[in-house]
């Protein structure tokens, strides 16, 4: 059966990429949680979808150009705005203290894709092993010379590459790399891609699964894990 991880965390009911929607992925007992990560302009890692706040906060700048301090008084509730009170950007750190003590697997995407965010790797890396999760992280990012590095940091951590293009033989191009993951966009998925992904010996972890029906095609089709806003969703069809 297909894992099921919540998207940015429970984010079709919670704002996303919030302790509010880590929280309530774990409390409904979901096998993984992804999330966003990024870097300050004082070197903390901080869990955000975007390079700018103004989409899911109340303020407007680059996350790179603003210290945590300034970043941590914005309210990051996005389109629930109003209806759980003031959510506020989180901390890497902070997610792993919630999920430390937990079965979860976590997918930590590495925002490099329009700033690269020199060291990024290594300190996530290093907060990981701080925690002792190596065994239940998954790195993933658009840049796979992001997820390279971390193969040279971490070899032992399971790392994906992340596409919302329709790849011939994705699966070949991720082993070549002695990357562990595929983590295409759902709607590329046909019975004949999966097979050869999995034929190349790479897990399948797609995104961002919604529908029911997508939940139910997917999951027919051997997908290792759906990844969607609405987890929920998931745990009533799947289980």
């Not at 004082?42 to 700018?52: A, C, S």
């Not at 999995?198 to 997508?214: L, P, Q």
Request: charged content about 30%; some cysteine; overall charge negative.
């Amino acid at each position: 059966m297909s894992k099921i991880f919540a998207h940015r965390g429970f984010s079709g009911k919670y704002p996303e990429n919030t302790m509010l929607a880590f929280e309530k992925a774990v409390e409904i007992g979901v096998d993984g949680i992804e999330m966003d990560v990024h870097l300050t302009k004082d070197n903390v890692l901080v869990i955000i979808h975007d390079e700018d706040i103004r989409r899911t906060c109340d303020g407007e700048g680059l996350v790179r150009d603003m210290t945590y301090d300034e970043l941590k008084k914005f309210d990051a509730s996005a389109s629930f705005r109003g209806v759980y009170g003031f959510c506020g950007i989180p901390t890497l750190r902070e997610y792993f203290e919630l999920v430390k003590d937990t079965d979860v697997i976590t997918n930590i995407e590495l925002k490099t894709g329009i700033f690269e965010y020199p060291t990024i790797e290594q300190r996530t890396i290093d907060m990981i092993k701080e925690y002792g999760l190596e065994d239940r992280i998954i790195l993933s990012s658009f840049n796979h010379f992001t997820v390279k590095r971390c193969e040279e940091i971490a070899p032992e951590i399971k790392r994906g590459f992340l596409s919302e293009s329709w790849l011939i033989d994705y699966g070949k191009y991720t082993a070549a790399q002695n990357v562990q993951c595929c983590h295409p966009i759902h709607c590329s998925l046909t019975k004949e891609i999966v097979d050869e992904m999995h034929s190349a010996g790479c897990e399948i972890n797609t995104w961002t699964v919604n529908e029911y029906k997508d939940i139910e095609r997917l999951s027919a089709l051997g997908v290792d894990a759906l990844i969607g806003n609405f987890p929920d969703r998931m745990i009533e069809k799947l289980r």
